[in-house]
Nanobody, 126 residues
Framework: QVQLVESGGGLVQAGGSLRLSCAASGLTFSRHGMGWFRQAPGKEREFVAAISWFGSSTNYLDSVKGRFTISRHNAKNTMYLQMNSLQPEDTAVYYC???????????????????WGQGIQVTVSS
């Protein structure tokens, strides 16, 4: 079955950087659009970034544009989120997600994603 495992989270000071990784198994990775979502305490889960099959199309939450970069390495079955200039408002649990097979659209709502990782904590201190 499909498994998504996030890594690379942790605690960082404001202005610092982290790179999240999502290792996928149990699927033909290049046939799935992928995305990152996050959820902070007391808030709804929100879209962060998404990427198409071969990385030709991407989409970002407005507040992270210019700071975060989504990418994928299909030969390694891995997706990444490079996060720079982190701020306290970026503190959340970050989730890796995969769309159903054969869909090559960068959807921005969680209902379009079938598979989810367990999430990883990112904490940014002031």
């Amino acid at each position: 079955q499909v498994q998504l495992v996030e890594s690379g989270g942790g605690l960082v000071q404001a202005g610092g950087s982290l790179r999240l990784s999502c290792a996928a198994s149990g699927l033909t990775f290049s046939r799935h659009g992928m995305g990152w979502f996050r959820q902070a305490p007391g808030k709804e889960r929100e879209f962060v970034a998404a990427i198409s099959w071969f990385g030709s199309s991407t989409n970002y939450l407005d507040s992270v544009k210019g700071r975060f970069t989504i990418s994928r390495h299909n030969a390694k079955n891995t997706m990444y989120l490079q996060m720079n200039s982190l701020q306290p408002e970026d503190t959340a649990v970050y989730y890796c997600a995969a769309q159903p097979r054969s869909i090559d659209v960068v959807h921005t709502t969680s209902s379009h994603y079938d598979y989810w990782g367990q999430g990883i904590q990112v904490t940014v201190s002031s």
